[in-house]
Antibody
């Protein structure tokens, strides 16, 4: 049974960057997608973006465009999310999640998230 | 971007009750809708995908229905472990988006 193992908690200064990793343990994600979702304290879930590793290109929520970079290394079954220009509002738990891909009509790809990491707490504070 | 709106935002119920949570999309999303359960301090757990398909291992008291813009999650006979927050999420178009959540509390 695949598990997603995320890197440990981070404390960052405003204006700096953070890079969170997510490694598939007990399996690979080469035929899946990976999404990143965050949850600020006491708030709901927010989709940040995702990547389908076999294609290599990522899609991002407009809110994070220009500040977030999602990558995947198929050789190590590890995905990464880097968020730059951090501010206090970025304090949150960051989750990675595996996406099960649904292919429609041969060229349309959708995915829902079936396995989640335990989350990485990122605290932004001066 | 597609906006997902859940109702109610919170709900009080007793064990054994039947409860329904509604999720509305701001535009049609066919059946590309998932439901997740989240307990405090834990990662979300997938309950239902494709609007009505039960994820493996999820109890059959959970069911989902709907297509287009209107969807429901029903829990037929609440158990103590079902008290949690529930989120719907569309995966029809980028950016994927979640509803604001429905907190299910014990009455």
């Amino acid at each position: 049974q695949v598990q997603l193992v995320q890197s440990g908690a981070e404390v960052k200064k405003p204006g700096s960057s953070v890079k969170v990793s997510c490694k598939a343990s007990g399996g690979t994600f080469s035929s899946y997608a990976i999404s990143w979702v965050r949850q600020a304290p006491g708030q709901g879930l927010e989709w940040m973006g995702g990547i389908i590793p076999i294609f290599g290109t990522a899609n991002y929520a407009q809110k994070f465009q220009g500040r977030v970079t999602i990558t995947a290394d198929e050789s190590t079954s590890t995905a990464y999310m880097e968020l730059s220009s951090l501010r206090s509002e970025d304090t949150a738990v960051y989750y990675c999640a595996r996406g099960v891909i649904v292919v429609v009509g041969g060229n349309l790809y959708y995915y829902y998230m079936d396995v989640w990491g335990k989350g990485t707490t990122v605290t932004v504070s001066s | 971007a597609i906006r997902m709106t859940q109702s109610p935002s919170s709900l009080s119920a007793s064990t054994g009750d039947r409860v329904t949570i509604t999720c509305r999309a701001s535009q049609g999303i066919s059946s590309y809708l998932a439901w997740y359960q989240q307990k405090p301090g834990k990662a979300p757990k997938l309950l239902i995908y494709a609007a009505s398909t039960l994820q493996s291992g999820v109890p059959s008291r959970f069911s989902g229905s709907g297509s287009g813009t209107d969807f429901t999650l029903t829990i037929s006979c609440l158990q103590s472990e079902d008290f949690a927050t529930y989120y719907c999420q569309q995966y029809y178009s980028y950016p994927y988006s979640f509803g604001q959540g429905t907190k299910l509390e014990i009455k």
